[in-house]
């Protein structure tokens, strides 16, 4: 396994079809007044942000204060990951990439959206649009830059493309200063983004939560 190659591709799901239902769907049943757009928008946005990640977020938290946990997440984390009842991961392989400080990874998927469902929920539009898909393998610390997160060149970067048979996930590094937070208190601090690598986990003391 190693960071981008251009292998594995054959098998990419092909969404875009099944976003073309939808969106058929969604204009039927808006147009027959059936559903509220801004509701669903405001379902779409939970699963994103909210309810989505947080899986992933207590799944980084477990492995920041519990070292075997983290041993297990990174030798086969699609085991790990079942073993705290997040049992979707079935059928698909998960990796988690380490963060640490000489190496930062992020993840995409070049042809499509392939995405960790089982524990980052939704992937956010970007994820999904040409140019991150196309520019952050080209260019990731430009890339990563108009994320807001700028890398120093002695940190290498790592870019890693998913497939429909292998999921990433990043662990991000665990912010200084947490030592006395509780477990709960730290999966808040974990974000989408950061496991995804395109920021590092929130750090309590800038007030950025
Ligand atoms: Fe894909």
Same mark, same amino acid.
């Given at each position: 396994?190693?960071?981008?190659?251009?292998?594995?591709?054959?098998?990419?799901?092909?969404?875009?079809?099944?976003?073309?239902?939808?969106?058929?769907?969604?204009?039927?049943?808006?147009?027959?007044?059936?559903?509220?757009?801004?509701?669903?928008?405001?379902?779409?946005?939970?699963?994103?942000?909210?309810?989505?990640?947080?899986?992933?977020?207590?799944?980084?938290?477990?492995?920041?204060?519990?070292?075997?946990?983290?041993?297990?997440?990174?030798?086969?984390?699609?085991?790990?990951?079942?073993?705290?009842?997040?049992?979707?991961?079935?059928?698909?392989?998960?990796?988690?990439?380490?963060?640490?400080? !000489?190496?930062?990874? *992020?993840? &995409?998927?070049?042809?499509?959206?392939?995405?960790?469902?089982? /524990? +980052?929920?939704?992937? =956010? @539009?970007?994820?999904?649009?040409?140019?991150?898909?196309?520019?952050?393998?080209?260019?990731?610390?430009?890339?990563?830059?108009?994320?807001?997160?700028?890398?120093? !060149?002695?940190?290498? *970067?790592? &870019?890693?493309?998913?497939?429909?048979?292998?999921?990433?996930? /990043? +662990?991000?590094?665990? =912010? @200084?200063?947490?030592?006395?937070?509780?477990?709960?208190?730290?999966?808040?601090?974990?974000?989408?983004?950061?496991?995804?690598?395109?920021?590092?986990?929130?750090?309590?003391?800038?007030?950025?939560?």
């Amino acid at each position: 396994m190693s960071p981008h190659s251009d292998s594995g591709h054959d098998d990419h799901s092909h969404l875009s079809d099944t976003e073309l239902r939808v969106r058929s769907l969604e204009s039927l049943l808006t147009d027959k007044g059936l559903v509220n757009p801004a509701a669903l928008d405001a379902i779409v946005d939970r699963y994103e942000n909210k309810i989505g990640p947080r899986n992933g977020s207590r799944v980084v938290a477990r492995a920041w204060v519990d070292p075997d946990f983290k041993q297990r997440l990174l030798e086969n984390a699609s085991a790990a990951i079942d073993s705290l009842g997040y049992t979707s991961t079935q059928g698909v392989d998960m990796l988690v990439l380490e963060n640490t400080p !000489t190496v930062h990874n *992020v993840t &995409v998927c070049t042809l499509c959206s392939c995405y960790p469902w089982a /524990v +980052l929920g939704l992937p =956010p @539009a970007w994820y999904k649009s040409f140019p991150f898909r196309s520019r952050v393998v080209k260019d990731p610390r430009g890339v990563l830059q108009e994320f807001g997160l700028k890398l120093g !060149t002695d940190i290498e *970067v790592r &870019v890693w493309d998913s497939t429909a048979e292998l999921r990433y996930i /990043v +662990l991000p590094e665990r =912010p @200084a200063g947490t030592e006395g937070m509780s477990e709960e208190a730290l999966a808040d601090l974990v974000t989408r983004n950061s496991m995804i690598g395109t920021e590092k986990a929130a750090n309590p003391k800038a007030g950025k939560l």
